[in-house]
C-alpha cells in the first residue's frame, strides 16, 4: 500500500514545478532524487527528502529513512555551516532516533569500555568491561570523540588500526572519574552525550534557550558495588570501519 500525502506544496526545480498534492512517498522521494542526480548540492531537494524520510519508519539499522535524513541534513551543514534551523532540524532528528546495538551495525563500529576500580591504598579492585552497547552512528558521534582529544589529562590518541583484512579508525581516551568515591555506589551502565540546542521558549523576560541531551554511546556493565574513597577510572576505545 502507498502512503499518500494529502498536501499541496508546489516545488519549482529549475522551472519544472513538483506538485505534492496525491503524489506517494515513493513518487516523491523519485522527484527528489532526479533533481539530486545532476545536482547533489541542492537545498531545496535535500530539505525535501530529508523531511519526509524523517517521518518514515525506522525498522532496524539497514532499513531506517530517519537516519538517512540525518545523514542528509549532516550533508546540508556541511554546505552551510552556520545555518541555525538546519541544526536545530538536525537535533531535532537525533532527539527522535533510536541507538543501534554494535552487533545490528554488522562491526561497522565496535566500542570497548572498561572500568578500573581501586580501593583508598591503591589496590586494583576489579577491571570489568562492557557486556553490551548502544550507539549513534551519525556525525555528531565522531565530532564528540574529536573533541577529547581538547580534554586535558585523558590520554587522548586517535590513529588507525587493522581487525583482521579491515581498517578501522580508532579512538582512545580515559576518564579518572574519582580518586576517592564521596559514598558507596553501584554502576551498571555508563553514557556519552551531547547537550545540544533545541529552539527557544518565550517567557515574560525574553526567550528562554532551550536543549536537547543526545545520547550518542549507551554501555552496560556486569553488577558491580564502588565503596566509598575508591578510584575509579574508564578506559573507552571507539572503532569506525573505514
Known amino acids: ?110 566500542v570497548h569500555v572498561q572500568l578500573i576500580v581501586r580501593d583508598k591504598n591503591g589496590t586494583l579492585v576489579s577491571v570489568i568491561e562492557n557486556s553490551g552497547t548502544d550507539i549513534s552512528p551519525t556525525n555528531m558521534l565522531e565530532t564528540h570523540l574529536n573533541e577529547k582529544e581538547k580534554e586535558p589529562g585523558n590520554n587522548y590518541k586517535k590513529d588507525i588500526v587493522k581487525i583482521g583484512q579491515d581498517d578501522y579508525i580508532r579512538w582512545h581516551y580515559e576518564i579518572q572519574k574519582s580518586l576517592s568515591e564521596a559514598e558507596r555506589k553501584f554502576f551498571g551502565k555508563i553514557k556519552s552525550s551531547e547537550i545540544v540546542p533545541d529552539g527557544y521558549e518565550p517567557s515574560p523576560h525574553g526567550p528562554i534557550e532551550m536543549s536537547l541531551q543526545i545520547i550518542l554511546i549507551s554501555s552496560i556493565f556486569p553488577a558491580i558495588n564502588v565503596d566509598e574513597g575508591d578510584q575509579t577510572l574508564r578506559i573507552i576505545e571507539v572503532l569506525k570501519k573505514i
Open 1 to 110: 500500500m502507498k502512503i499518500v500525502f494529502f498536501l499541496i506544496i508546489p516545488i519549482m526545480f529549475g522551472g519544472v514545478i513538483f506538485n505534492a498534492y496525491g503524489d506517494s512517498v515513493e513518487d516523491m522521494l523519485a522527484d527528489f532524487s532526479s533533481v539530486l542526480e545532476t545536482d547533489p548540492e541542492n537545498m531545496t531537494a535535500l530539505d525535501g527528502k530529508a523531511t519526509i524520510l524523517g517521518n518514515l519508519e525506522c525498522k532496524f539499522y539497514t532499513d531506517c529513512p530517519p537516519l538517512e535524513a540525518i545523514q542528509i541534513v549532516e550533508k546540508m551543514l556541511e554546505i552551510d555551516p552556520n545555518n541555525e534551523e538546519l541544526k536545530l532540524k538536525r537535533n531535532f532528528l537525533y532527539s527522535q532516533i533510536r541507538l543501534f546495538d554494535m552487533n545490528e551495525i554488522n562491526d561497522e563500529y565496535l
